[in-house]
Nanobody, 122 residues
Framework: QVQLVESGGGLVQPGGSLRLSCVSS????????MAWYRQTPGKRREFVAA???????NYADSVKGQFTISRDNGENTVYLQMNNLKPEDTAVYYC????????????????WGQGTQVTVSS
């Protein structure tokens, strides 16, 4: 059974940085794509960034130049480096992955983590 476990969330001041990690288990093959989504109370879960096993990346316009997604294919692990954080980046961040298809806006992968809270506040 595939499991995704996020870590690295927390409380940070505006302008600060955090690095989220997502470690997977239970899959004998590499994910075709891994991604990050985020959600705030009362809103839909929104796409943040995705990366293929070939290293191609895709970002939401709201985080371009601010967040960087990367992965370790050998470990089926994905990271999200978040810089210059703003209060509007406050959300629960979810790891997402798919074994067979690319992940893009409106087309999430099949597997989800439980989420990690990121709070940006002074």
């Amino acid at each position: 059974q595939v499991q995704l476990v996020e870590s690295g969330g927390g409380l940070v001041q505006p302008g600060g940085s955090l690095r989220l990690s997502c470690v997977s288990s239970g899959s004998a093959r590499s994910f075709i794509a891994m991604a990050w989504y985020r959600q705030t109370p009362g809103k839909r879960r929104e796409f943040v960034a995705a990366i293929s096993n070939g290293g191609s990346t895709n970002y939401a316009d709201s985080v371009k130049g601010q967040f960087t997604i990367s992965r370790d294919n050998g470990e089926n692990t994905v990271y999200l480096q978040m810089n210059n954080l703003k209060p509007e980046d406050t959300a629960v961040y979810y790891c997402n992955a798919d074994l067979f298809d690319l992940i893009r806006v409106g087309a999430p992968g099949d597997y989800w983590g439980q989420g990690t809270q990121v709070t940006v506040s002074s």
